[in-house]
């Protein structure tokens, strides 16, 4: 292991680590995963994060056979939908998948996140969509995160939790903390009734992004116009 690798497997730790104390996930039940160069790297299963060590981080390539890994420990068992989401998605580096409590409330409603904030559209349109449920760590389950992430950089699941995603880790979890407080926004806000942004209040956001320089990314990001809530969820 060299260094460059080791530093990015402390990373995904230390990201793991700061996830509970900062309060948007709770136990193991959250995981995150980092590119690096022909492989994913990725926190393993059912292990407290406190103990994790940069070796126990498990690899898997991403031109061996669909599941192979290396290390000491088994991958996360939500290993399908960070392998499928970096393979796919070639322009992201990085996946936080976590279980907090306002986005999980949404999700066990089966609500998608409108336009209530205009930082919804840092996450590339005028919603994130909630994936239909599946049984975790299923292709089922890959499929759906998959379809709700289109144009996306975050999703709900289905009474179950958020993922996010960034072209690196910090992006991600930056985006991760960003979507629980929206989340956490938009509930508190229905006991009296949001306004939702328009469509065109979102792309004047998005626009206005890349004049101050926060986020430099999102300024090229295409936003699209929200679909049905659930994204097919029922």
Known sequence: MNIAEKRVRQSIIDQCVFMNASGLNQGTSGNISARFEDR??????????????PEMIASMPFDAEYGA???????????????DILKSREEMGAVVHAHPTYCTTLAIA??????????IAAF??????????ARYGTAELSAF?????????ACLLSNHG????????DQAMWRAVELETIARQYYLSLAIGPVILT????HETLQGFSSYGVQDEY???AVTTSDDACHGAK
């Open 110 to 119: 089966r609500k998608e996140i409108p336009a209530a904030h205009y930082m």
């Open 145 to 153: 995160a998959i379809d709700a992430l289109v144009d996306r950089s």
């Open 199 to 202: 469509d065109g209040q979102i």
């Open 162 to 169: 958020s993922i996010a995603i960034g072209e690196d880790l």
């Open 69 to 83: 890994w290396d290390g000491p420990l088994k991958p996360s068992t939500e290993w399908r939908f960070h392998f």
């Open 124 to 133: 590339g349109g005028t919603n994130v969509r909630c994936a239909p449920f």
């Open 219 to 221: 300024k090229d990001v």
């Open 40 to 53: 994913m790297l990725i926190s393993p299963s059912a292990t407290p994060y406190d103990k994790l060590v």
